[in-house]
């Protein structure tokens, strides 16, 4: 069964850098592709990053610029590099993936907390 296993959550100062890692377990890496959304407290589960199998990446406007999306295939993992933290970027971390040639994305993370302070 899929699995994906987060790390790296924790607490930084705005202005601060973070990495969030996910491992993806029983399937294969490089027919999945992987997603990363957060969850603020009250608010909904929103769209942070994207990468597919071939490599191709997708940002939501409010982290763009300041956020890497990458995976290495070698790890089975994929990370998610934020830069230029801000206070509003607190929220639960959530990776999340799908079966290349479906689309739905059914397998989630157990969810990370990223907590930036002014």
């Known amino acids: 069964q899929v699995q994906l296993v987060q790390s790296g959550g924790g607490m930084v100062q705005a202005g601060g850098s973070l990495t969030l890692s996910c491992t993806a377990s029983?399937?294969?890496?490089?027919?999945?592709?992987l997603r990363w959304f957060r969850q603020a407290p009250g608010k909904e589960r929103i769209f942070v990053a994207s990468?597919?199998?071939?490599?191709?990446?997708d940002y939501s406007e409010s982290v763009k610029g300041r956020s890497i999306i990458s995976r290495d295939s070698n790890k089975n993992t994929v990370y998610l590099v934020m830069n230029s933290l801000k206070p509003e970027d607190t929220a639960v971390y959530y990776c999340?993936?799908?079966?290349?040639?479906?689309?739905?994305?059914?397998?989630w993370g157990q969810g990370t907390q990223v907590i930036v302070s002014s």
């Open positions: 999340n993936a799908g079966i290349l040639g479906t689309s739905e994305y059914p397998y």
């Open positions: 029983g399937v294969f890496f490089g027919n999945i592709n």
């Open positions: 990468i597919a199998w071939s490599g191709s990446t």
